[in-house]
């Protein structure tokens, strides 16, 4: 998804508990010619990750109803259904602010994915379950 997503002109960046499947990515994104790698960061840590986005003005700020005025977040997320979901929900509700969207990319049941979306909600944070077909194995 990662380079499907710089394919596209989008610049990347993935951060993975298993480093190896960060560097794997890198480097096939150094070796795909129609990927521009200058575009597919890895990070080490779910901090950096998060720090890593820009923090500028943007015309999307009204619609995503932010009150400090810079950019959501936007994170896609491609996991095992179940707990390891629920986990990143966890880390990463504490590091993220009102308006950052959260993208759920596993193919997970319907009910899980509504329970995740009230405890973002509590945040002002939105989850979004976007099941790809096959979840975090088609990727």
Same mark, same amino acid.
């Given at each position: 998804?990662?380079?499907?997503?710089?394919?596209?002109?989008?610049?990347?960046?993935?951060?993975?508990?298993?480093?190896?499947?960060?560097?794997?990515?890198?480097?096939?994104? #150094?070796?795909?010619?129609?990927?521009? $790698?200058? =575009?597919?960061?890895?990070?080490?840590?779910? /901090?950096?990750? @998060? *720090? %890593?986005?820009?923090?500028?003005?943007?015309?999307?700020?009204?619609?995503?109803?932010?009150?400090?005025?810079?950019?959501?977040?936007?994170?896609?997320?491609?996991?095992?259904?179940? #707990?390891?979901?629920?986990?990143?929900? $966890?880390? =990463?509700?504490?590091?993220?602010?009102?308006? /950052?969207?959260? @993208? *759920? %990319?596993?193919?997970?049941?319907?009910?899980?994915?509504?329970?995740?979306?009230?405890?973002?909600?509590?945040k002002g944070i939105k989850w979004v379950g976007m099941g790809v077909s096959g979840g975090c194995r088609?990727?």
């Amino acid at each position: 998804m990662t380079l499907l997503f710089s394919e596209h002109g989008s610049r990347v960046g993935c951060f993975d508990t298993d480093k190896e499947a960060v560097k794997t990515v890198l480097k096939q994104a #150094k070796e795909d010619n129609v990927v521009d $790698e200058s =575009l597919v960061h890895g990070f080490s840590s779910l /901090d950096k990750l @998060i *720090d %890593a986005f820009p923090t500028g003005k943007s015309t999307f700020v009204a619609q995503a109803e932010k009150s400090d005025g810079k950019q959501p977040r936007m994170l896609v997320l491609s996991l095992p259904h179940g #707990k390891p979901a629920d986990g990143i929900l $966890e880390e =990463l509700l504490p590091r993220l602010n009102k308006g /950052d969207i959260i @993208i *759920d %990319a596993g193919n997970e049941w319907w009910k899980d994915t509504e329970r995740r979306q009230v405890k973002a909600d509590e945040k002002g944070i939105k989850w979004v379950g976007m099941g790809v077909s096959g979840g975090c194995r088609s990727i």
